[in-house]
Protein backbone atom coordinates (compact mmCIF):
# COMPACT_ATOMS: atom_id res chain seq x y z
CA UNK A 1 0.00 0.00 0.00
CA UNK A 2 1.06 3.65 -0.80
CA UNK A 3 2.06 5.68 2.69
CA UNK A 4 4.03 8.74 2.52
CA UNK A 5 6.96 8.25 5.00
CA UNK A 6 6.85 10.22 8.14
CA UNK A 7 9.97 12.12 8.70
CA UNK A 8 12.07 11.69 11.58
CA UNK A 9 12.91 14.74 13.58
CA UNK A 10 16.46 16.26 12.07
CA UNK A 11 19.02 17.44 14.71
CA UNK A 12 19.34 21.01 12.64
CA UNK A 13 16.00 21.93 11.74
CA UNK A 14 17.11 25.00 9.63
CA UNK A 15 18.92 23.26 7.29
CA UNK A 16 16.88 21.37 4.43
CA UNK A 17 17.14 17.66 3.29
CA UNK A 18 20.00 17.40 0.88
CA UNK A 19 17.35 15.78 -1.14
CA UNK A 20 14.94 18.54 -1.07
CA UNK A 21 16.98 21.82 -1.52
CA UNK A 22 14.86 24.12 -3.37
CA UNK A 23 15.66 25.00 -7.11
CA UNK A 24 17.23 28.13 -7.88
CA UNK A 25 14.78 30.94 -8.05
CA UNK A 26 13.18 31.17 -11.75
CA UNK A 27 13.23 35.01 -13.49
CA UNK A 28 9.67 35.85 -12.97
CA UNK A 29 10.66 35.79 -8.82
CA UNK A 30 8.55 32.56 -7.90
CA UNK A 31 10.68 29.81 -6.44
CA UNK A 32 10.65 26.29 -8.98
CA UNK A 33 9.67 22.92 -7.15
CA UNK A 34 12.25 20.30 -7.53
CA UNK A 35 10.95 16.83 -8.07
CA UNK A 36 13.70 14.01 -7.19
CA UNK A 37 16.84 13.70 -5.82
CA UNK A 38 19.28 16.61 -6.07
CA UNK A 39 22.98 16.12 -7.67
CA UNK A 40 24.78 16.76 -4.76
CA UNK A 41 23.04 14.67 -2.36
CA UNK A 42 23.75 11.53 -4.71
CA UNK A 43 27.58 12.51 -4.48
CA UNK A 44 27.07 12.70 -1.11
CA UNK A 45 25.32 9.38 -0.49
CA UNK A 46 28.15 8.29 -3.05
CA UNK A 47 30.95 9.65 -0.54
CA UNK A 48 29.01 7.62 2.62
CA UNK A 49 28.74 4.29 0.46
CA UNK A 50 32.54 4.66 -0.24
CA UNK A 51 33.30 5.46 3.51
CA UNK A 52 31.65 2.83 4.92
CA UNK A 53 28.84 4.50 6.54
CA UNK A 54 26.02 2.40 6.51
CA UNK A 55 23.92 3.66 9.67
CA UNK A 56 23.92 7.67 8.50
CA UNK A 57 23.21 6.86 4.74
CA UNK A 58 20.34 4.40 5.89
CA UNK A 59 19.11 7.24 8.40
CA UNK A 60 19.21 9.74 5.03
CA UNK A 61 17.57 7.89 2.28
CA UNK A 62 14.65 6.48 5.05
CA UNK A 63 13.90 10.17 4.64
CA UNK A 64 12.78 10.15 0.97
CA UNK A 65 9.71 8.78 -0.64
CA UNK A 66 9.96 5.94 -2.57
CA UNK A 67 9.53 7.25 -6.03
CA UNK A 68 12.94 9.55 -4.84
CA UNK A 69 14.69 6.75 -3.62
CA UNK A 70 14.18 5.29 -6.98
CA UNK A 71 15.31 8.38 -8.82
CA UNK A 72 18.39 7.99 -6.66
CA UNK A 73 18.92 4.12 -7.03
CA UNK A 74 18.48 5.30 -10.98
CA UNK A 75 21.39 7.61 -11.05
CA UNK A 76 23.89 5.24 -9.18
CA UNK A 77 26.40 3.54 -10.98
CA UNK A 78 26.04 -0.53 -11.31
CA UNK A 79 28.26 -1.14 -8.25
CA UNK A 80 27.23 1.88 -6.18
CA UNK A 81 23.52 0.60 -7.11
CA UNK A 82 23.96 -2.62 -5.71
CA UNK A 83 26.01 -1.22 -2.51
CA UNK A 84 23.19 0.91 -1.89
CA UNK A 85 20.32 -1.86 -2.03
CA UNK A 86 22.69 -4.19 0.15
CA UNK A 87 22.31 -1.17 2.94
CA UNK A 88 18.90 -1.09 2.38
CA UNK A 89 17.89 -4.65 1.61
CA UNK A 90 17.05 -5.85 5.53
CA UNK A 91 13.73 -3.66 5.34
CA UNK A 92 13.55 -2.93 1.66
CA UNK A 93 10.45 -0.59 0.64
CA UNK A 94 8.60 -2.64 -1.54
CA UNK A 95 6.71 0.55 -2.99
CA UNK A 96 10.49 1.70 -4.31
CA UNK A 97 10.01 -1.63 -6.69
CA UNK A 98 6.94 -0.18 -8.39
CA UNK A 99 8.40 3.53 -9.09
CA UNK A 100 12.21 1.62 -10.81
CA UNK A 101 12.53 2.25 -15.00
CA UNK A 102 11.22 -1.53 -15.48
CA UNK A 103 14.80 -2.83 -17.10
CA UNK A 104 16.27 -1.43 -14.50
CA UNK A 105 13.84 -3.42 -11.92
CA UNK A 106 15.00 -6.34 -13.34
CA UNK A 107 18.62 -6.05 -12.49
CA UNK A 108 17.65 -5.03 -8.93
CA UNK A 109 15.14 -7.46 -8.22
CA UNK A 110 18.30 -10.08 -8.92
CA UNK A 111 19.77 -9.10 -5.97
CA UNK A 112 17.18 -10.54 -3.49
CA UNK A 113 16.20 -13.61 -2.36
CA UNK A 114 12.75 -14.81 -3.47
CA UNK A 115 11.86 -14.39 -0.11
CA UNK A 116 12.97 -11.20 0.74
CA UNK A 117 11.25 -10.19 -2.73
CA UNK A 118 7.89 -11.54 -1.82
CA UNK A 119 7.99 -9.72 1.33
CA UNK A 120 8.40 -6.37 -0.91
CA UNK A 121 5.93 -7.42 -3.05
CA UNK A 122 3.39 -8.29 -0.54
CA UNK A 123 3.24 -4.03 0.20
CA UNK A 124 2.07 -3.38 -2.95
CA UNK A 125 -1.51 -2.72 -4.02
CA UNK A 126 -2.06 -5.60 -6.67
CA UNK A 127 -1.54 -3.91 -9.92
CA UNK A 128 2.03 -2.96 -8.68
CA UNK A 129 2.66 -6.12 -7.73
CA UNK A 130 1.79 -8.03 -11.01
CA UNK A 131 4.13 -4.80 -12.39
CA UNK A 132 7.35 -6.20 -10.60
CA UNK A 133 6.32 -10.02 -10.69
CA UNK A 134 5.29 -10.27 -14.39
CA UNK A 135 8.95 -9.64 -15.09
CA UNK A 136 10.47 -12.13 -13.47
CA UNK A 137 12.01 -14.99 -15.16
CA UNK A 138 9.58 -18.23 -14.51
CA UNK A 139 11.14 -20.36 -11.37
CA UNK A 140 11.73 -17.06 -9.17
CA UNK A 141 7.96 -15.47 -10.18
CA UNK A 142 7.10 -19.10 -8.78
CA UNK A 143 9.02 -18.80 -5.92
CA UNK A 144 7.53 -15.17 -5.33
CA UNK A 145 4.31 -16.21 -5.68
CA UNK A 146 4.59 -19.40 -3.35
CA UNK A 147 6.02 -16.84 -0.37
CA UNK A 148 2.74 -14.71 -1.29
CA UNK A 149 0.14 -14.69 1.36
CA UNK A 150 -2.69 -16.82 0.26
CA UNK A 151 -5.18 -14.04 -0.50
CA UNK A 152 -2.56 -12.42 -2.26
CA UNK A 153 -0.98 -14.99 -4.10
CA UNK A 154 -4.81 -15.85 -5.73
CA UNK A 155 -5.37 -11.93 -6.76
CA UNK A 156 -1.86 -11.83 -8.30
CA UNK A 157 -2.64 -14.98 -10.46
CA UNK A 158 -5.94 -14.11 -11.68
CA UNK A 159 -4.37 -10.59 -13.02
CA UNK A 160 -1.83 -12.98 -14.57
CA UNK A 161 -4.05 -15.19 -16.76
CA UNK A 162 -5.11 -11.68 -18.83
CA UNK A 163 -3.11 -10.44 -21.55
CA UNK A 164 -0.10 -7.99 -21.12
CA UNK A 165 -1.27 -4.69 -21.89
CA UNK A 166 -4.88 -5.10 -20.69
CA UNK A 167 -7.14 -3.94 -17.95
CA UNK A 168 -7.07 -7.21 -16.25
CA UNK A 169 -3.27 -6.94 -15.96
CA UNK A 170 -3.69 -3.22 -15.42
CA UNK A 171 -7.06 -3.14 -12.51
CA UNK A 172 -6.52 -2.99 -8.68
CA UNK A 173 -8.39 -5.42 -6.85
CA UNK A 174 -8.83 -3.51 -3.44
CA UNK A 175 -12.05 -1.58 -3.93
CA UNK A 176 -15.08 0.03 -2.14
CA UNK A 177 -18.52 -2.03 -3.36
CA UNK A 178 -22.13 -1.80 -1.36
CA UNK A 179 -25.75 -3.36 -2.32
CA UNK A 180 -27.97 -1.07 -3.50
CA UNK A 181 -30.33 -0.95 -0.19
CA UNK A 182 -27.71 0.52 2.16
CA UNK A 183 -28.17 3.81 3.59
CA UNK A 184 -25.25 6.72 3.23
CA UNK A 185 -24.86 6.14 7.28
CA UNK A 186 -24.21 2.17 6.90
CA UNK A 187 -21.70 2.75 4.13
CA UNK A 188 -19.62 5.42 5.54
CA UNK A 189 -19.60 3.16 9.07
CA UNK A 190 -18.75 0.18 6.85
CA UNK A 191 -15.68 1.97 5.26
CA UNK A 192 -14.58 3.22 8.95
CA UNK A 193 -14.63 -0.41 10.66
CA UNK A 194 -13.00 -2.36 7.81
CA UNK A 195 -9.70 -0.41 7.46
CA UNK A 196 -7.67 -3.26 6.36
CA UNK A 197 -9.66 -4.56 4.15
CA UNK A 198 -10.51 -1.85 2.04
CA UNK A 199 -7.74 0.39 -0.30
CA UNK A 200 -5.98 3.26 1.04
CA UNK A 201 -7.00 5.81 -1.65
CA UNK A 202 -10.20 5.22 -3.58
CA UNK A 203 -12.50 8.16 -5.13
CA UNK A 204 -15.58 6.08 -6.27
CA UNK A 205 -17.79 3.82 -4.03
CA UNK A 206 -19.68 1.24 -6.33
CA UNK A 207 -22.96 0.06 -5.93
CA UNK A 208 -23.36 -3.62 -7.08
CA UNK A 209 -26.56 -5.96 -7.49
CA UNK A 210 -26.73 -9.36 -5.56
CA UNK A 211 -24.74 -10.52 -8.81
CA UNK A 212 -22.02 -8.27 -8.52
CA UNK A 213 -22.63 -5.98 -11.52
CA UNK A 214 -22.18 -2.64 -11.03
CA UNK A 215 -25.64 -0.46 -11.41
CA UNK A 216 -23.87 2.95 -10.58
CA UNK A 217 -20.70 4.53 -8.29
CA UNK A 218 -21.11 7.49 -5.45
CA UNK A 219 -18.67 10.13 -6.00
CA UNK A 220 -16.98 10.18 -2.36
CA UNK A 221 -17.70 13.92 -2.66
CA UNK A 222 -21.31 13.52 -3.08
CA UNK A 223 -21.83 10.88 -0.07
CA UNK A 224 -19.85 13.06 2.41
CA UNK A 225 -22.21 15.64 1.80
CA UNK A 226 -25.81 13.80 2.53
CA UNK A 227 -27.19 12.78 5.37
CA UNK A 228 -26.77 9.42 7.10
CA UNK A 229 -30.70 8.40 6.35
CA UNK A 230 -30.01 8.36 2.38
CA UNK A 231 -30.49 5.80 0.55
CA UNK A 232 -27.35 4.96 -1.57
CA UNK A 233 -29.63 3.80 -4.68
CA UNK A 234 -30.72 7.58 -4.37
CA UNK A 235 -27.42 9.10 -4.77
CA UNK A 236 -26.05 6.58 -7.95
CA UNK A 237 -24.61 7.73 -11.12
CA UNK A 238 -26.31 5.48 -13.20
CA UNK A 239 -24.12 6.43 -16.28
CA UNK A 240 -20.90 4.59 -15.11
CA UNK A 241 -18.40 3.75 -17.73
CA UNK A 242 -17.47 0.04 -17.03
CA UNK A 243 -14.23 -1.58 -18.25
CA UNK A 244 -13.84 -5.03 -20.06
CA UNK A 245 -10.75 -6.90 -18.44
CA UNK A 246 -9.75 -7.76 -21.80
CA UNK A 247 -9.80 -3.79 -23.14
CA UNK A 248 -6.35 -3.23 -24.24
CA UNK A 249 -4.66 -0.34 -21.91
CA UNK A 250 -4.36 2.11 -24.72
CA UNK A 251 -8.56 2.08 -24.86
CA UNK A 252 -8.53 2.53 -21.35
CA UNK A 253 -6.55 5.59 -21.21
CA UNK A 254 -8.35 7.17 -24.26
CA UNK A 255 -11.78 6.39 -22.15
CA UNK A 256 -9.94 8.16 -19.54
CA UNK A 257 -8.99 11.09 -21.51
CA UNK A 258 -12.47 11.51 -23.35
CA UNK A 259 -14.66 11.50 -19.99
CA UNK A 260 -12.26 12.81 -17.43
CA UNK A 261 -12.43 9.83 -15.15
CA UNK A 262 -10.80 9.58 -11.64
CA UNK A 263 -11.48 5.51 -11.79
CA UNK A 264 -13.65 3.19 -13.55
CA UNK A 265 -14.68 0.05 -12.70
CA UNK A 266 -13.12 -3.53 -14.26
CA UNK A 267 -15.67 -6.39 -14.56
CA UNK A 268 -15.49 -9.70 -16.30
CA UNK A 269 -17.21 -11.22 -19.18
CA UNK A 270 -20.22 -11.63 -17.31
CA UNK A 271 -20.89 -7.82 -16.15
CA UNK A 272 -19.19 -8.59 -12.55
CA UNK A 273 -17.18 -6.22 -10.81
CA UNK A 274 -13.65 -7.68 -10.51
CA UNK A 275 -11.20 -4.67 -10.20
CA UNK A 276 -10.39 -1.00 -10.18
CA UNK A 277 -8.29 1.53 -12.58
CA UNK A 278 -7.50 4.43 -11.06
CA UNK A 279 -6.25 7.93 -12.58
CA UNK A 280 -2.69 7.33 -11.44
CA UNK A 281 -2.17 3.95 -13.04
CA UNK A 282 -3.71 5.88 -16.39
CA UNK A 283 -0.83 8.30 -16.10
CA UNK A 284 1.62 5.46 -16.51
CA UNK A 285 -0.44 3.83 -19.36
CA UNK A 286 -0.27 7.67 -21.02
CA UNK A 287 3.31 7.83 -20.14
CA UNK A 288 3.96 4.41 -21.57
CA UNK A 289 2.11 4.85 -25.04
CA UNK A 290 4.19 8.02 -25.31
CA UNK A 291 7.64 6.66 -24.82
CA UNK A 292 6.73 3.90 -27.18
CA UNK A 293 5.92 6.14 -30.30
CA UNK A 294 8.49 7.71 -29.56
CA UNK A 295 10.95 5.04 -29.73
CA UNK A 296 9.08 3.44 -32.71
CA UNK A 297 9.10 6.82 -35.09
CA UNK A 298 12.70 6.93 -34.17
CA UNK A 299 13.25 3.32 -35.41
CA UNK A 300 14.99 2.63 -31.82
CA UNK A 301 12.43 0.45 -29.51
CA UNK A 302 12.86 0.34 -26.24
CA UNK A 303 14.20 3.66 -25.49
CA UNK A 304 15.02 2.58 -21.96
CA UNK A 305 18.91 3.97 -21.23
CA UNK A 306 19.12 0.99 -18.97
CA UNK A 307 19.43 -1.83 -21.19
CA UNK A 308 22.73 -3.16 -22.53
CA UNK A 309 24.91 -1.78 -25.13
CA UNK A 310 24.24 -5.18 -27.27
CA UNK A 311 20.87 -5.05 -26.74
CA UNK A 312 20.18 -1.28 -27.39
CA UNK A 313 22.72 -2.20 -30.88
CA UNK A 314 20.60 -5.05 -31.64
CA UNK A 315 16.86 -3.25 -31.79
CA UNK A 316 18.25 -0.46 -33.70
CA UNK A 317 20.61 -2.62 -36.75
CA UNK A 318 17.15 -3.43 -38.38
CA UNK A 319 15.64 -0.49 -38.66
CA UNK A 320 19.22 1.16 -40.16
CA UNK A 321 19.21 -1.86 -42.60
CA UNK A 322 15.73 -0.70 -43.66
CA UNK A 323 17.05 2.68 -43.85
CA UNK A 324 19.75 1.50 -45.52
CA UNK A 325 18.10 -0.09 -48.37
CA UNK A 326 15.44 2.96 -48.87
CA UNK A 327 18.66 5.40 -49.21
CA UNK A 328 20.14 2.85 -52.15
CA UNK A 329 16.47 3.45 -53.67
CA UNK A 330 17.50 7.07 -53.83
CA UNK A 331 20.48 7.15 -54.75
CA UNK A 332 18.99 4.87 -57.62
CA UNK A 333 16.96 8.13 -58.53
CA UNK A 334 20.37 10.52 -58.95
CA UNK A 335 22.14 7.85 -61.07
CA UNK A 336 19.49 8.48 -63.73
CA UNK A 337 20.78 12.13 -63.83
CA UNK A 338 24.43 11.07 -63.71
CA UNK A 339 25.19 12.88 -67.11
CA UNK A 340 23.25 16.10 -65.70
CA UNK A 341 25.35 16.20 -62.61
CA UNK A 342 28.17 15.79 -64.40
CA UNK A 343 27.56 18.88 -67.02
CA UNK A 344 26.04 21.55 -63.77
CA UNK A 345 28.19 20.32 -60.77
CA UNK A 346 26.14 23.27 -58.57
CA UNK A 347 23.54 20.56 -58.90
CA UNK A 348 25.71 18.50 -56.84
CA UNK A 349 25.82 21.05 -53.91
CA UNK A 350 22.28 21.76 -53.51
CA UNK A 351 20.41 18.42 -54.24
CA UNK A 352 20.94 17.83 -50.52
CA UNK A 353 19.24 21.53 -49.24
CA UNK A 354 15.56 20.04 -51.23
CA UNK A 355 15.51 16.53 -49.96
CA UNK A 356 16.77 17.58 -46.28
CA UNK A 357 13.83 20.22 -45.93
CA UNK A 358 11.10 17.81 -47.59
CA UNK A 359 12.71 15.07 -45.13
CA UNK A 360 12.22 17.50 -41.96
CA UNK A 361 8.58 19.04 -43.23
CA UNK A 362 7.16 15.38 -43.46
CA UNK A 363 8.69 14.66 -40.07
CA UNK A 364 6.97 17.05 -38.22
CA UNK A 365 3.41 16.28 -40.04
CA UNK A 366 3.86 12.82 -39.29
CA UNK A 367 4.34 13.58 -35.79
CA UNK A 368 1.09 15.31 -35.72
CA UNK A 369 -0.66 12.63 -37.60
CA UNK A 370 0.51 9.53 -35.47
CA UNK A 371 0.19 11.21 -32.32
CA UNK A 372 -3.71 12.67 -33.52
CA UNK A 373 -4.37 8.89 -34.35
CA UNK A 374 -3.14 7.41 -31.00
CA UNK A 375 -5.32 9.44 -29.11
CA UNK A 376 -8.60 9.17 -31.28
CA UNK A 377 -8.39 12.95 -32.37
CA UNK A 378 -7.91 12.00 -36.26
CA UNK A 379 -10.79 9.88 -37.45
CA UNK A 380 -12.26 9.48 -41.31
CA UNK A 381 -14.75 12.08 -40.21
CA UNK A 382 -11.96 14.62 -40.11
CA UNK A 383 -9.36 13.45 -42.13
CA UNK A 384 -10.25 15.37 -45.39
CA UNK A 385 -10.03 18.47 -43.83
CA UNK A 386 -6.39 17.57 -42.04
CA UNK A 387 -5.07 16.60 -45.21
CA UNK A 388 -6.10 19.43 -46.88
CA UNK A 389 -4.51 21.78 -44.00
CA UNK A 390 -1.15 19.73 -44.32
CA UNK A 391 -1.58 20.17 -47.96
CA UNK A 392 -1.65 24.01 -47.66
CA UNK A 393 1.45 24.31 -44.61
CA UNK A 394 3.22 22.75 -47.08
CA UNK A 395 2.37 24.97 -50.14
CA UNK A 396 2.98 27.75 -47.69
CA UNK A 397 6.60 26.66 -46.56
CA UNK A 398 7.68 25.77 -49.78
CA UNK A 399 6.57 29.11 -51.11
CA UNK A 400 8.81 31.01 -48.04
CA UNK A 401 11.26 28.49 -48.05
CA UNK A 402 11.51 28.24 -51.72
CA UNK A 403 11.93 31.95 -52.17
CA UNK A 404 14.81 32.14 -49.79
CA UNK A 405 16.95 29.11 -50.93
CA UNK A 406 16.50 30.33 -54.81
CA UNK A 407 17.60 33.55 -53.89
CA UNK A 408 20.34 32.34 -52.33
CA UNK A 409 21.07 29.86 -55.06
CA UNK A 410 20.73 32.74 -57.42
CA UNK A 411 23.13 34.60 -55.99
CA UNK A 412 25.41 31.96 -55.62
CA UNK A 413 24.96 30.33 -59.13
CA UNK A 414 22.78 31.93 -61.91
CA UNK A 415 19.73 32.42 -61.17
CA UNK A 416 17.94 29.46 -63.45
CA UNK A 417 19.45 27.33 -60.60
CA UNK A 418 17.75 29.59 -58.42
CA UNK A 419 14.47 28.97 -60.04
CA UNK A 420 14.87 25.27 -60.12
CA UNK A 421 15.65 24.30 -56.40
CA UNK A 422 12.85 26.93 -55.95
CA UNK A 423 10.42 24.77 -57.91
CA UNK A 424 11.67 21.35 -56.67
CA UNK A 425 11.12 23.11 -53.00
CA UNK A 426 7.76 23.80 -53.55
CA UNK A 427 6.96 20.23 -55.07
CA UNK A 428 8.52 18.34 -52.03
CA UNK A 429 7.44 20.45 -49.63
CA UNK A 430 3.70 19.70 -50.86
CA UNK A 431 4.73 15.86 -51.00
CA UNK A 432 6.27 16.00 -47.61
CA UNK A 433 3.06 17.45 -46.40
CA UNK A 434 0.36 14.96 -48.42
CA UNK A 435 2.37 11.98 -47.44
CA UNK A 436 3.38 13.10 -43.72
CA UNK A 437 -0.75 12.69 -43.41
CA UNK A 438 -1.62 9.93 -46.21
CA UNK A 439 0.69 7.49 -45.17
CA UNK A 440 -0.06 7.00 -41.10
CA UNK A 441 -3.56 6.96 -42.00
CA UNK A 442 -3.10 4.38 -44.44
CA UNK A 443 -1.37 2.08 -42.48
CA UNK A 444 -3.72 2.64 -39.43
CA UNK A 445 -6.04 1.75 -42.33
CA UNK A 446 -4.29 -1.67 -43.17
CA UNK A 447 -3.81 -2.02 -38.96
CA UNK A 448 -0.46 -1.69 -39.07
CA UNK A 449 0.65 0.62 -36.35
CA UNK A 450 1.62 3.91 -38.33
CA UNK A 451 4.51 5.18 -35.56
CA UNK A 452 6.33 1.78 -36.50
CA UNK A 453 6.54 1.81 -40.42
CA UNK A 454 5.68 5.76 -41.48
CA UNK A 455 9.19 6.69 -40.90
CA UNK A 456 10.55 4.61 -43.23
CA UNK A 457 8.37 5.54 -46.14
CA UNK A 458 8.09 9.20 -45.44
CA UNK A 459 12.34 9.10 -45.96
CA UNK A 460 12.15 7.69 -48.72
CA UNK A 461 9.39 9.39 -50.47
CA UNK A 462 10.71 13.20 -49.96
CA UNK A 463 13.98 11.68 -50.40
CA UNK A 464 12.93 10.27 -54.10
CA UNK A 465 10.27 12.98 -54.93
CA UNK A 466 12.96 15.92 -54.02
CA UNK A 467 16.15 14.54 -56.12
CA UNK A 468 13.38 13.58 -58.77
CA UNK A 469 12.06 16.96 -58.96
CA UNK A 470 15.04 18.63 -58.32
CA UNK A 471 16.94 17.25 -61.10
CA UNK A 472 14.13 16.88 -63.59
CA UNK A 473 13.75 19.83 -63.62
CA UNK A 474 17.24 20.50 -64.01
CA UNK A 475 17.42 18.54 -67.14
CA UNK A 476 14.50 20.24 -68.33
CA UNK A 477 15.59 23.86 -68.03
CA UNK A 478 19.27 23.68 -67.85
CA UNK A 479 20.26 21.69 -70.69
Same mark, same amino acid.
Given at each position: ?10 ? $? /? ?34 ? *? ?5 ? /? ?16 ? +? $?? &? ?43 ? %? ?31 ? *?? #? ?76 ? *? ?12 ? #? ?20 ? &? ?47 ? =? &? =? ?17 ? !?? #???? =?????? !? ?9 ? #????? %????? %? ?23 ? %? ?12 ? @? +??? !????? &? ?22 ? =? ?9 ? @? *? ?5 ? !?? @? ?12
Amino acid at each position: MHTDRQEPDRI $Q /DDEPHPAERPAPPREDGEEERAYGVEPEFVEEIVER *LHAGRRD /DLRAEVDKLHPADIADLI +E $QL &GHDDREALVGVLRPDFDGEVLSYLNPDLREEIVELFEPKELAAAV %AELDTDDAVDVIEGLDEDTRREVLENLPAADRA *LV #QENLTYDEDTAGRLMQRDLVAVPQFWTVGKTIDYVRAATDELPEDFYDIFVVDPMHRVVGAVPLSRLLRQKRSVRIAD *LVTEEVDTIPATMD #QEEVANLFRQYALVSAPVVDAG &GRLIGVITVDDVVHIIDEEAEDDIGKLGGVGDTSIYRSVLETSRSRISW =L &G =LNLFTAFAAAGVISLFEAT !IE #QIVA =LAVLMP !ITASMGGNAGT #QTLTV %AVRAL %ATRELSSSNAPRVVGKEVLVGLLNG %AVFATLVGAIAATW @F +EPM !IGLVI &GCAMVINLFVAGLCGVLIPIGLDR =LGVDPAVASSV @F *LTTMTDV !IG @FLSFLGLASLLLL
